[in-house]
């Protein structure tokens, strides 16, 4: 028994896997075509796919933000959460990339629910408060560039709606977060972690799934 988080080698890890996702097929193949591009890491986990959906469906969500879209898959992971009449907004900047993610959402029949905004994340966030949109998102997921992640969780904290969640990716940097390090990716997920520490607007939670996945629920 153990009081502190496993540290999960293959042999577990991979029966975590076999005993609890229930990864969709269109996911799957989504998941088989991301590894040949070259920033395949930047891929979420399917254990991890599968906890946002979950948390999507526990807040009720029918309107929902990412920042950071790559080839998709959690987009169309909480896409295919969401009910009907469910929305994303979906910021990137990449054609390529995001050519797979609109060729996945078509073929899972969710292409409707997502608007991808190509243009940096934080203009369209600012645009999303000047159109009036502060507290309509149930939910955001934040997993771009992390030298802006503090200005992401800004807009996304106004952007939500109170009781409503934001989700920020890779908090933990495969553990170089812990060490000295002077990468300014680094230095800015530490920077936003220790700031979330005793952020009062949030209730948080710092969960240790795949490259650690900070929970802020706004208060
Ligand atoms: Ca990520």
């Known amino acids: 028994m153990s009081r502190k988080t496993l540290n999960l080698d293959n042999q577990l890890y991979n029966y975590l896997l076999s005993i609890s996702v229930r990864e969709p097929e269109i996911l799957q193949q989504l998941r088989q075509e991301t590894a040949h591009y070259p920033y395949a890491m930047m891929q979420i986990a399917p254990e991890q796919g599968q906890f946002m959906a979950l948390l999507v469906q526990l807040l009720g969500a029918t309107k929902t933000l990412e920042v950071g879209v790559f080839t998709g898959y959690s987009s169309l992971v909480v896409a295919l959460a969401l009910p009907a009449n469910g929305k994303i907004v979906a910021c990137d900047l990449s054609e390529e990339y995001t050519r797979v993610a609109r060729h996945y959402w078509q073929l899972a029949g969710v292409a409707d629910k997502i608007d991808l905004r190509l243009a940096p994340a934080l203009d369209t966030l600012d645009q999303l408060l000047a159109d009036g949109q502060a507290e309509t998102f149930d939910f955001a997921f934040i997993d771009a560039d992390k030298v802006n992640y503090e200005q992401y969780y800004e807009r996304s904290l106004q952007l939500v709606r109170p009781g409503g969640l934001i989700a920020i990716d890779n908090v933990l940097w495969s553990g170089r977060v812990a060490?000295?390090?002077?990468?300014?990716?680094?230095?800015?997920?530490?920077?936003?972690?220790?700031?979330?520490?005793?952020?009062?607007?949030?209730?948080?939670?710092?969960?240790?799934?795949?490259?650690?996945?900070?929970?802020?629920?706004?208060?």
């Open 179 to 219: 060490k000295p390090d002077q990468d300014k990716s680094t230095l800015a997920i530490c920077s936003l972690n220790k700031k979330l520490h005793h952020d009062e607007r949030v209730t948080l939670s710092l969960v240790p799934i795949a490259d650690g996945l900070t929970l802020a629920l706004k208060r």
